[in-house]
Structure formats: C-alpha cells, structure tokens
C-alpha cells in the first residue's frame, strides 16, 4: 500500500493529468477490493413458525415444545427470472449476506426433509422437493426439475407441523435465516454454508425468535351432583322436597289405605349431574331384608316385593299382596339416564323390587342398579313410579320401607 501512495505523489508532483489520476485510483481500489456480484434482495419476505416454543424445555411434545414445528417461507419476487432452487440457511448470528453463518444452539431442518405441505407462486416450474443429500443441520435445500419464473407471492410450507418439521433453536431470543434464489437446482445444491457460491439471483435475510410459552393450567374438580324429591326438581337440583309417600287410597275415612281393591301408586324423582367420564349408576337399597313393605322392620314382609322378588317387571294385581317400583326414561336436560331392564320394559303398569338375583338386589349392602349412564350427564330427570296392593288375608298394620337410592360415578 506504501508503494501506491508514493507512485500517487509523484504523479501529483509531475501534475498529472486528471485522466491519469482516476485510472491509478481505479486501479488503486479494484486490487484493494474482491469482485463481488450482488444479488437482488427479496422483498415481502417472512418465515411464519407454527410453534415458537424453544426445544429442550420443559415441554416435550406439541405445541409449545419447539418440535415438529411448520415454518411458511414467503417473499415476493425479486428479478423475475427463472429459479430453480431455493436455499434457507439458518444462523444465530446474523442474516447479512457476508457473515459466517453460526448455526442456531439446538436447531435442526433435517426433519422438516420428509414433508412439504401447500406451494404456491411456484410458476410454470411446479412444485418444489427437498434436496437431502449430506443434508446440514441448519439449512434446508429446495429444489425442482423445471426452473422458471416465479409468481408474487412465492408460499411453501415446510414440515407439517406434527411429525416431520424444524427443531427450533434450544434458547430463547432472536436467531435469522438467509433465503438465496438459484436459476439451477445444481447452484442450489452446491450451496456453502459460510459463503454463497456466486450466482444467486435473490437474496434476503429474515429474523426470527423463539419465547417462552404461555402455559395455563385450570382445574375442573370431580363433580356429582344428585336428588331425591318428591317433587319434580328444577335443574341443579333446585326446589326438593321430602320424598315421604304414603300409599293408599281415601275409603270411607280420611286416612288413605291400601286394600285388595286397587293398586295404589305414589310418585319421586331424582336428578343427576356429573362430569363422571364413564357415567354413573343409581342404584337402590330397601331396609328391609325381605326386600318389600313390613311392619316389624324388615323381619317379615306380609307385603312381599311383587312376583316374589323376581327381576322381572312384572304386572301388578290387585288383592294380590305386593310392592314394587317402576323408573321412567330419563328426561330433560343434557345426556341419557337409561333405566334397568329390572325396572323398565316399557309398559308403565309393570313394577318390580328385585330381593332374588344373587350378589346384587335391594337387600344386598349396595343395593340394585336400577339406572345408569354411559358417560357424563346434566340436570337429567327420572321418575320412579312405587306400587302396592294387599290382599283380604292382609294383618293390619302400618307397613313401611326406607329406600336409599345411591349414585355412583366413574370418573
């Protein structure tokens, strides 16, 4: 450098010429400075993650984990002419054309390789693949058999955002990609990670940056809510009463009375809610062993369950001493109470008690299933319909059953 500095003061000591001057300065410069040809610079340009979870976290899958992750590359075109592949290299340092490139802690494209979801803008050209020969961690290689013209906005879509995509880079903070057009697939697989080899057309560096993850938590706790009524309840279980029933019929006094002449019906009703996954079953459990009414606490039952206990539903005849219970499709409210087959066979006139199936009837310690879900339930209503009859042969007495009905969830 010392040498052209002393050859440019001679020259000014001779008073050069002012066309002498310049070509020495030109000369000067061109030495000084490598040939470089500058590609065109995309515009419109961005890469849109899916996720922008940094990997290595806490979170290991899905969003917010930084894997599998979908980028969308889109620019506008740059100097319109043919592109045959497209280069994407990744850096943590920065996005400027001349700088080495450092690779992002972390990062990954290797996986995005498999997958390409929807092009457009790709022109006469079709669709682009992906180049994976001695693929590099941080870059991903596109390129097609036919270049030509692309049209604005370019658009593709890599990885598919749930089994083959980009690992995001492990930290958290800005990192960058550089985008370079090539007119061959051939000049965009010989591309070098540090510096281009000479004949992109376009060329534009993007940021990006990973971020914590928003992470929310809220708790909807197990939930079983349920009624006995002896009116019909409003939802939530709303408006209960005591469901004390007394059978019977007004005959020539004031007090009712059950007799051989009619069977004598009185009403309750339950309601259910819960969030129970695999539903819940109500089930029944009479105080009296023998399973009907009685009036010496379940010792004897000269009010037998009706058809002997059977878990039938079974036809009720008056003079025919007998107690039973009916239970009516589930109504209102959101999903399906089905009532047993013990209990319902469609015809409203049919009762039964069941103190016979072994393991599991009204006398049993957790009583008979008398209706159930097969999966969460709300403010579902069901009636259940209780009978008796005496017969003339009937002792005198004032005849009772506590009858606890229990609902159970599966969660």
């Known amino acids: 450098m010392k040498k052209y500095i002393g050859h440019i003061q001679r020259i000014f000591d001779g008073t050069p010429s002012l066309p002498a001057v310049v070509m020495v300065l030109s000369l000067l410069i061109s030495t000084a400075m490598p040939a470089t040809v500058w590609a065109a610079q995309l515009n419109g340009r961005s890469i849109t993650m899916s996720d922008s979870g940094p990997s290595a976290g806490t979170i290991t899958t899905g969003v917010g984990s930084g894997t599998n992750v979908a980028y969308q590359l889109k620019f506008s075109v740059g100097n319109n002419g043919a592109v045959g592949g497209i280069v994407v290299d990744f850096c943590a340092n920065s996005p400027l054309y001349f700088d080495t490139c450092t690779a992002p802690t972390g990062f990954n494209a290797n996986s995005a390789t498999t997958t390409l979801g929807t092009q457009s803008g790709v022109g006469a050209g079709g669709n682009f693949g992906v180049y994976t020969t001695g693929p590099v961690a941080n870059r991903i290689v596109l390129t097609r058999a036919s270049a030509s013209s692309l049209t604005s906005p370019l658009i593709i879509e890599m990885g598919n955002g749930t089994s083959?995509?980009?690992?995001?880079?492990?930290?958290?903070?800005?990192?960058?990609a550089r985008v370079y057009t090539y007119t061959s697939a051939a000049q965009a697989q010989a591309h070098n990670q540090t510096a281009a080899t000479g004949g992109e057309q376009d060329f534009g560096g993007i940021a990006l940056s990973t971020a914590m993850v928003i992470t929310i938590t809220a708790r909807v706790q197990e939930s079983l809510i349920f009624c006995v009524s002896g009116a019909a309840p409003a939802a939530n279980c709303g408006g209960v009463t005591t469901p004390a029933i007394t059978l019977g019929h007004t005959a020539g006094g004031t007090a009712k009375i059950i007799d051989s002449s009619n069977v004598d019906t009185g009403l309750a009703y339950t309601q259910v809610s819960t969030n129970a996954l695999s539903g819940v079953v109500i089930r029944m459990h009479n105080s009296n062993a023998c399973g009907g009414l009685s009036v010496d606490g379940g010792t004897t039952c000269d009010i037998p369950?009706?058809?002997?206990g059977g878990a039938t539903p079974f036809a009720m005849t008056a003079g025919t001493a007998g107690f039973g219970m009916n239970i009516s499709l589930g109504t209102s409210g959101t999903g399906t109470i089905t009532p047993d087959g013990n209990y319902y066979d469609g015809n409203v006139a049919h009762f039964a008690m069941d103190s016979t199936t072994s393991g599991s009837n009204v006398t049993t310690t957790f009583?008979?299933?008398?209706?159930?879900?097969?999966?969460?339930?709300?403010n579902v209503n069901n009636t259940l319909t209780f009978g008796a009859t005496a017969s003339n042969s009937t002792p005198a007495g004032l005849y009772s059953?506590?009858?606890?009905l229990i609902a159970t969830g599966t969660f």
Not at 164 to 176: C, E, I, K, Q
Not at 305 to 308: E, G, I, K, R, S
């Open 164 to 176: 083959n995509g980009f690992t995001n880079p492990s930290t958290v903070g800005t990192f960058y």
């Open 305 to 308: 369950p009706v058809n002997a």
């Open 367 to 378: 009583g008979d299933n008398i209706a159930s879900s097969t999966g969460p339930v709300s």
């Open 401 to 404: 059953a506590n009858l606890a």
